[in-house]
């Protein structure tokens, strides 16, 4: 008996990568805590976590500059940038049950996906293939510091989407940050939130009023959750 399925309610899935597909943020966030207060700018975590998961250092670097009093060099962000990677290489994991949702969104989309980041490509093309994910994005990683405005402004979405040829409009967005919400909702798509109880996801009440239309703890849960999705 052939199985009967329901249109699906969006053309094409869009994936944020930092804290939706991999846990990085508690690993980038440390080293930037700890080459920040190697200048002066000394943090607690919870700090950090708040002024900078989920938006480019590159963007930062007018706070970064008034705090430590001195310049962000390309030198200095270098250095950062290959610190992060070695201990991306040997700690990162995939956020739980992720892989599998990935999987199973790409066999009922027929590969209409797309992975958006505000990160470099690099690092998110060296943290997918790590985490087993790379395959399901290969030809559709997007990154915001290859555009003219990252998140919180809608450009990876937006050239997302287009990319696959689709309304952003139809598309339905994945985000753990209000940074991130925002740039989906400033696309026009439909954002879900991922808001597990761990660091570096912002609180289920602040994914909400930045505009995510359902907050979700599980990865598990999602394919479920966008293929049975009516507004």
Known sequence: MTETRLPLPFDAVLFDCDGVLVDSE????????????ERGWVMTHAECERLFIGKAVKDERARIEAETG?????????????E??????NELQAIPRAAEAVAAVFARWNGRIAC???ADRFKVELQLAKCGMLEYFEG?????????????????YLAAAAALGADPKRCAVVEDTVTGVTAGVAAGATVFGFSPAAFG???P????????????????DLPALLAGWST
Do not use: C, Y
């Not at 508690?26 to 207060?37: C, E, H, K, S």
């Not at 009440?205 to 598990?220: I, N, S, W």
């Open 26 to 37: 508690p690993i980038t966030n440390g080293v930037l805590r700890d080459m920040l207060a």
């Open 70 to 82: 001195q310049p962000l060099t390309e030198a200095w962000m270098e250095s950062f940038r290959e």
């Open 84 to 89: 992060r990677n070695t201990r991306l290489r």
């Open 116 to 118: 958006a980041s505000g």
């Open 140 to 156: 559709r990683i997007f990154s915001g510091h290859e555009l003219p405005r990252s998140k919180p402004a809608p450009d990876v």
């Open 201 to 203: 996801h912002d609180a």
């Open 205 to 220: 009440r602040a994914l909400r009023e930045a505009g995510a239309v359902q907050v979700f703890a599980d990865m598990a």
